[in-house]
C-alpha cells in the first residue's frame, strides 16, 4: 500500500513538473506616441519557462475596465477608441518548446486623417491552450484555453495639449483583518490616457491638527474607464478627521475633493 502512495506521489510530481507556462517578458502596455499616415512597428516578447511544449493563441480585443472591478473584453471595434482596424500581427498561433523564447511582432499602421486627439486602444491577448486534439464529439479539433494575458497597445495622437479629466466616484473606509484602508473610486472623463497616484491628507476635525499624508500606487487610468485607489490608513486611530484627497498624474495635472472621514473602531 505505501509503495501505490509513494508511486502515485512521484507520478504526480513528474506529471505537474512537466507543465508548461507562458511568460510575457516585455510588459503588459505599450504606449505610442503616433502621427498621421505613419507606420509603427512593435513587438510582444514570450517564453515557455515550463518543461513541455505549449500552443498559444495571440489575437485582438477591445478592453476597458471600472472600479468596481468589473473587466470588459469586447470584439473589435466595440469601442469608439479603438485601435484595432490599425493593428496587424504577424501571427495569430505558435508554439513554443519548453524553456523557449520567441517575439510576436505587429504593426499599427496610422489612417491618413484622425479628427479627434486624444488616447486610442485595445488589447493584445496572448492565451495558452491544450494542444490540438481530435474530437470524439464533432468534426475538427478542440482547443483548451487555459489562462490568458492582456497586452494593452495605446496609441496617443497629438495628446501635447489634452489633459485628462479625473472624477472623484467613491469613498471608502474598509477593515480586513488588521488592515484598515480607504478605497478611492477614480475616474478619467477625458480623451488621454494618464497614470495617477491618489493622496490623502488626515486632519483632526476637532483640532485641525494634520494626522498623515498617505498615498496609493500609481495605475494607468483609459479614457471613460474607473478604477479603485487603495490607501493604507492603519495607522490611523478610530476618530472623526476631515480629509482632502488629491489625485495627481505624471504631468502633475491635480484633481482634490474634501470630505469628512470617520475611522470606526470595529
Not at 512597428?41 to 514570450?46: E, P, R, S
Not at 498615498?215 to 493604507?232: H, V
Request: charged share 20%.
Amino acid at each position: 500500500m505505501i509503495k501505490r502512495i509513494l508511486f502515485l506521489l512521484v507520478f504526480t510530481l513528474q506529471f505537474v513538473s512537466l507543465q508548461a507556462s507562458i511568460v510575457v517578458l516585455n510588459g503588459l502596455t505599450h504606449i505610442y506616441k503616433v502621427e498621421n499616415g505613419q507606420i509603427y512597428k512593435g513587438k510582444v516578447t514570450l517564453q515557455n519557462t515550463g518543461n513541455a511544449s505549449q500552443s498559444v493563441k495571440i489575437f485582438l480585443q477591445d478592453f476597458s475596465y471600472q472600479s468596481d472591478g468589473t473587466i470588459y473584453y469586447t470584439a473589435p471595434h466595440t469601442n469608439e477608441k479603438s485601435n484595432t482596424g490599425w493593428i496587424k500581427l504577424n501571427t495569430n498561433l505558435i508554439n513554443l518548446k519548453a524553456k523557449e523564447k520567441t517575439d510576436v511582432y505587429f504593426e499599427i499602421a496610422m489612417p491618413d486623417k484622425i479628427t479627434l486627439p486624444g488616447s486610442y486602444w485595445s488589447v493584445i491577448i496572448v492565451e495558452p491552450v491544450d494542444d490540438i486534439k481530435p474530437s470524439n464529439n464533432s468534426p475538427g479539433v478542440n482547443i483548451t484555453s487555459v489562462v490568458r494575458y492582456a497586452i494593452q497597445v495605446i496609441t496617443n495622437y497629438d495628446t501635447e495639449n489634452v489633459k485628462p479629466s479625473l472624477k472623484f466616484e467613491s469613498v471608502k473606509v474598509e477593515k480586513e483583518g488588521n488592515q484598515r484602508s480607504i478605497k478611492i473610486g477614480v475616474s478619467n472623463n477625458g480623451n488621454v490616457y494618464c497614470k495617477p497616484t491618489a493622496n490623502i491628507e488626515i486632519y483632526n476635525r476637532k483640532t485641525g491638527d494634520k494626522v498623515g499624508t498617505f498615498s496609493s500606487f500609481p495605475m494607468g487610468l483609459l479614457p471613460n474607464t474607473s478604477k479603485s485607489f487603495n490607501i493604507d490608513i492603519s495607522k490611523i486611530l478610530p476618530d472623526k478627521y476631515n480629509a482632502v484627497i488629491i489625485a495627481t498624474d505624471e504631468d502633475e495635472n491635480a484633481f482634490a475633493l474634501n470630505v469628512e472621514l470617520e475611522v470606526k473602531n470595529d
